[in-house]
């Protein structure tokens, strides 16, 4: 079934009043505290469903040194596969004990009942210890439930080769590169300069819009729109001159060009989380030393993703489920993880990762440098129509400037097609706001 359809399906049972509270059935069969207690005399065999791969079985070794009586086994997903999955499991009431969401896709999933309310396990009771905008990230859309946790989450920020900035006469120390950004007249300098060797300082055109999204979302708690503000109109001006000057080769670093390009020395700056550098290192290990990270352009704060664990209000092994999730995000992670962001704001600045260097980066402290740009950063509140938003957003942004409008001109445009095709999916989304 189609991921929107089935979204949509979602959408109508709850303006009809249809979906049932499928946590209010467990805590009838189960008692006051809703959660049966975990017992360590039975066997638990606990399903997680996730987007990605790596690093899962030393979390799950060292979970099991103190609950030696629950197995766990991992099934991964494409990325590009995965929610409409996790929908159609949640839809047709069959799937894995917790599910791991990436932030861009859990809008879709904050008005359905298929996640379990973390609250019922006392979970709350660390909300002081995570940023009030990434533990809101978790909340159901009407902000009563608290639907998972946010585990780790990412900056968005800026990729550059140090060696071909110092060569044509630009800062080429980070700090320097994200203070000399901050004007986007010398980013569009830098960029005409290295264009005329054929050298880029994106993938897309559309970057620039990436940018500046990081630092907005779509929609606010309320479901107010957001993305026709002074910013935007930057934005926009900033891609016609990208477009004007063809300063974009159009093509990510992933295809056979890309890469081409990457291996010629072409790309001297791309935009990525935290990831970034691991995805560089895998395609280019020869350039190891010749890259660096710095913060992005235009003064912008930007935000990548997060990633969250949910329990699914199928589970019958809920409480082993949350034992394992608290495991992970509160002990596991205060090991240290270096090239991630903790949720869990004491895991951060660990000793043993906050002075690590990384040598693909020219020996820059990469840790340290992620949280310091996360601690301007400011994650998003989700809403479920925001995927189909985005795009509508992106497709007649484009078009506006593919036919020559006025900047202030497309802004509107674009806020009245979205509205036109999904108004009433917002207005659905406003009536249950105001139904609590």
């Keep these: ?10 959408l109508l049972l709850l303006a009809v009043g249809c979906v049932q509270n499928n946590e209010t059935d467990i805590r009838e ?35 099991r040194r103190f609950h030696p009586n629950v197995e766990i086994n991992v099934e991964v997903f494409p990325f590009e596969e995965y929610s409409e999955k996790y929908l ?29 309310d973390l609250k019922e396990f006392g979970a709350d009771e ?36 140090s060696d071909i900035l110092r060569d044509y006469g630009f800062p080429y120390e980070p700090k320097d590169v994200g203070n000399y950004m901050a004007s986007s007249e010398n980013w569009l300098d830098m960029a005409k300069t290295l264009k005329e060797d054929g050298i880029h300082v994106m993938e897309y055109r559309d970057d620039i819009l990436k940018i500046y999204e990081s630092g907005i979302g779509i929609y606010d708690e309320n479901m107010t729109y ?13 891609t016609k ?45 020869e350039q190891s030393g010749k890259w660096r990270v710095a913060r992005l352009p235009f003064n912008i704060h930007g935000w990548s993703n997060s990633s969250i664990f949910s329990i699914t209000s ?40 906050i002075h690590n260097t990384n040598a693909f980066l020219n020996g820059q402290s990469d840790q340290a440098f992620y949280e310091e740009v996360s601690e301007e950063v400011r994650e998003h509140f989700k809403t479920p129509i925001d995927r189909e938003a985005h795009q509508l957003w992106r497709d007649h942004v484009n078009q506006g400037i593919e036919w020559g409008i006025e900047t202030e001109e497309i802004l509107q445009r674009v806020k009245y097609e979205i509205h036109e095709a999904l108004g009433r999916e917002r207005q659905i989304l406003i009536n249950n706001l105001n139904k609590n």
């Excluded at 390009?261 to 790309?267: F, I």
Aim: aromatic share 12%; net charge negative; glycine share 8%.
């Design 226 to 238: 957001l993305r026709d503000s002074r910013e935007f109109i930057q934005a926009i001006d900033l």
């Design 1 to 10: 079934m189609n991921r929107l359809l089935i979204y949509l399906i979602a």
């Design 314 to 353: 199928m589970s019958e092994q809920k409480e082993a489920a949350w034992r394992f999730i608290e495991h992970y995000t509160i002990e596991e992670i205060m090991h240290g993880y270096a090239g991630t962001i903790p949720g869990f704001l004491p895991a951060r600045k660990n000793p043993n990762t």
């Design 29 to 63: 069969e189960e008692g006051v505290e809703g959660i049966s207690q975990f017992d360590r005399n039975k066997d638990y065999d606990l399903t997680i469903w996730s987007y990605y791969e790596g690093g899962w079985g030393e979390a799950i070794q060292n979970f």
């Design 88 to 116: 159609t499991a949640m839809l047709e009431g069959n799937g894995p004990d917790i599910m791991i969401f990436d932030s861009d896709h859990y809008g879709n999933f904050k008005v359905m009942d298929g996640l379990a």
């Design 126 to 161: 660390y909300e002081t210890s995570f940023s009030p905008e990434l533990w809101r990230l978790a909340l159901s859309f009407d902000q009563e439930k608290l639907l998972g946790i946010p585990f780790n989450t990412s900056p968005l920020i800026t990729y550059y080769r």
């Design 241 to 285: 001159e990208v477009k004007e000057n063809g300063l974009s080769p159009n093509r990510s670093i992933q295809s056979v060009e890309g890469i081409n390009d990457l291996k010629d020395d072409k790309v001297a700056m791309i935009y990525m989380g935290t990831w970034g550098t691991n995805q560089l290192r895998d395609i280019v290990p």
